[in-house]
């Protein structure tokens, strides 16, 4: 992916696309785990640990993303402003967007269930392609991925799958949601999001702010693999 001079005019667009992005991945995630079929990886692992803590689902997501962040100093990643973004406003989004969740019937009944699984996986590719296309930084656990890539020159396959059989063993141990939902999600997000995220990517051009805080053309793509 090449970037190209633009006029400073597309800042408030990167904004407004990061935020819009951000919300809809909130969404997403507590579409999936209210659809009780399995919801995506890393939220296998937040369940587990929301069970043995006692703590909210949103507390754990963003305590949880702060540990991650922390490995990021051995590997030498910087942060961007999408990289804060992500963590304060899907964590503030998501026990508000649960507690809505819950007015829904309990247990959904089975075609409903299904057919939020794949509103959520829908929603998720679009949510992805939308921040990550913004290029201000990408999230903990994208930016955990590709350090951890850049560091060792392992294939990016190898280090997220080895990264996501971890957290969702982990997670199912601790009582985690593993099923359908989770097998969907990992099927189809990477597809998805390789159809997005170009028609959603920013060009940036060489002076922007975003500069080496955000995600090159090839972390970006990276990234797309679509776990926060």
Not at 89 to 110: E, K, N, Q, T
Not at 117 to 137: D, E, H, K, P, W
Not at 139 to 156: E, K
Request: charge should be positive; glycine fraction near 12%.
């Amino acid at each position: 992916m090449t970037d190209a001079p633009v006029p400073r005019r597309t800042g408030p667009r990167r904004a407004v696309q990061l935020l819009g992005g951000l919300v809809l991945y909130a969404a997403s995630i507590v579409m999936l785990v209210r659809a009780e079929l399995g919801s995506m990886p890393w939220d296998v692992l937040t369940q587990g640990l929301t069970r043995v803590t006692g703590w909210s689902f949103g507390t754990v997501t963003v305590v949880l993303s702060f540990v991650v962040f922390a490995c990021w100093v051995p590997l030498r990643q910087r942060p961007g402003i999408g990289t804060v973004a992500n963590v304060v406003v899907i964590g503030a989004l998501l026990d508000p967007f649960l507690a809505l969740a819950a007015h829904l019937p309990d247990p959904l009944p089975r075609p409903a269930a299904i057919g939020l699984v794949a509103l959520g996986v829908l929603t998720n590719a679009l949510a992805t392609a939308l921040y990550v296309g913004a290029r201000l930084g990408p999230g903990p656990r994208d930016g955990l991925m590709t350090g951890i890539v850049a560091r060792t020159g392992w294939p990016l396959r190898l280090v997220r799958g080895s990264i996501e059989v971890v957290v969702v063993a982990g997670g199912w141990v601790l009582g985690g949601t593993l099923g359908l939902g989770t097998l969907a999600y990992a099927l189809a997000i990477g597809p998805l999001v390789h159809a997005l995220l170009p028609r959603l990517t920013v060009p940036v051009a060489p002076w922007s702010p975003a500069g080496p805080s955000g995600p090159s053309g090839a972390e970006a793509a990276a990234a797309a693999r679509a776990d926060r």
